[in-house]
């Protein structure tokens, strides 16, 4: 008997969709264009650098072949900068905008094809990948990302203050508002969607309960003004 699949996508599957964001690599040797499903990939020439999907970078990577430079807003200082406006009064309930689309991605239609991670991208802006990629890069190219360290502590603390914020937002679901997820990342939805679905059917059952409740003491009182008029016919 199958088990019944989870609600949304699973952390897995969330970054094998990143694998498919673009990246930067400086290639160490020659290679010819790929033929993907995505389109032909730029041939690598050295030490001209060249934009390839992720799975592919890192599989160069891992032979030798290529090193990969990381996205401007995977440095420290960029990093500390988005989590400054993260934590700032004037921002404390609101996340970090998505990454303005470029004539590059204008005519694209989905986001992981979108070329926000590569290593002209903006260095203010969160991509919608952002932890999965940035993960990924500290795990399998950490000697291509510049204090590595630091760089680990600030998504460790960029991700703790995001997630408070996507918990704080379920507060406004009891006055009926609905919960702003503008800039929110990809881990950031499947992390918090059972979270949120969870209170939207606590609020659904308490407010089915309260009806309920309001209904039969209407008809218990119907009832008994009905009996008093009775009585007093007689």
Avoid at 6 to 32: H, K, S, Y
Avoid at 59 to 78: E, N
Avoid at 180 to 207: H, N, P, S
Wanted: hydrophobic share 40%; glycine share 8%; proline share 9%.
């Amino acid at each position: 008997m199958a088990l019944p699949l989870p609600a949304g996508l699973t952390p897995p599957e969330i970054a094998f969709l990143c694998e498919m964001e673009l990246v930067t690599v400086i290639p160490r040797q020659r290679m010819a264009s790929l033929d993907l499903l995505g389109g032909k990939t730029s041939p690598l020439r050295p030490p001209h650098r060249a934009d390839l999907p992720l799975w592919l970078a890192l599989l160069l990577k891992r032979q030798g072949r290529a090193d990969i430079a990381p996205p401007a807003w995977l440095y420290p200082d960029s990093l500390r900068q988005i989590l400054d406006r993260e934590t700032n009064d004037a921002h404390s309930d609101a996340f970090s905008p998505a990454p303005p689309l470029s004539r590059l991605a204008a005519d694209l239609k989905t986001p992981p094809f979108m070329p926000t991670s590569v290593a002209a991208a903006p260095a203010d802006f969160l991509p919608y990948h952002w932890l999965e990629l940035g993960q990924t890069l500290l795990a399998a190219a950490a000697d291509d990302v510049p204090d590595s360290e630091q760089v680990r502590r600030l998504l460790r603390d960029l991700r703790e203050v995001r997630m408070a914020k996507v918990r704080q937002g379920v507060e406004v679901l009891d006055g009926g508002a609905g919960v702003q997820m503008d800039g929110v990342g990809a881990t950031e939805v499947g992390e918090g969607r059972a979270f949120v679905t969870g209170v939207i059917d606590g609020l659904r059952k308490i407010g089915a309960a309260k009806e309920t409740a309001t209904r039969e003491r209407a008809e218990e009182g119907g009832g008994l003004e009905g009996g008093d008029e009775d009585e007093e016919m007689l």
